[in-house]
């Protein structure tokens, strides 16, 4: 018999783990301990130096995980971020600001950045748009 409910239903809380590919971009152990320093990491990388890289993307994660009943990450306790912070009883304020649902793909491009576009940061994120 189990003595804690992460033995019986495993380190998630029997949350299914909902994954387009076949693989994470890193290691699930490492990924359940580490996902927020990682995706710290990319948001300092991105907002702070300008480097903007897929591999630990929240949009990138958000694509590979979303939960096809909901088409969210975060909008319900099934979803794959919600069923692991839950059971956790973790706040998830990632989506305070971002979307838990990945974009549309548009073929209308984006509208220019307002203010910052003629800064070196803004002129190589609209480079990076083209």
Not at 9 to 35: F, P
Not at 46 to 56: F, P
Request: glycine share 8%.
């Amino acid at each position: 018999m189990p003595a804690t409910a992460a033995e019986e239903h495993g380190a998630h809380g029997g949350h299914k783990l909902i994954a387009k590919g076949d693989k994470c971009v890193r290691d699930t152990d490492e990924m359940r301990r580490n996902h927020m320093k990682i995706l710290k990491h990319q948001r300092d990388e991105t907002m702070y130096k300008g480097i903007r890289t897929t591999q630990d993307s929240l949009k990138n994660c958000i694509g590979c995980h979303v939960n096809p009943k909901t088409n969210s990450v975060a909008s319900s306790k099934e979803d794959f971020c919600m069923g692991c912070h839950t059971y956790a009883a973790v706040k998830v304020d990632c989506f305070e600001c971002h979307s838990s649902k990945p974009k549309a793909v548009s073929s209308v491009a984006p509208p220019p950045l307002a203010g910052v576009a003629n800064t070196p940061v803004g002129k190589s994120i609209v480079e990076g748009r083209k």
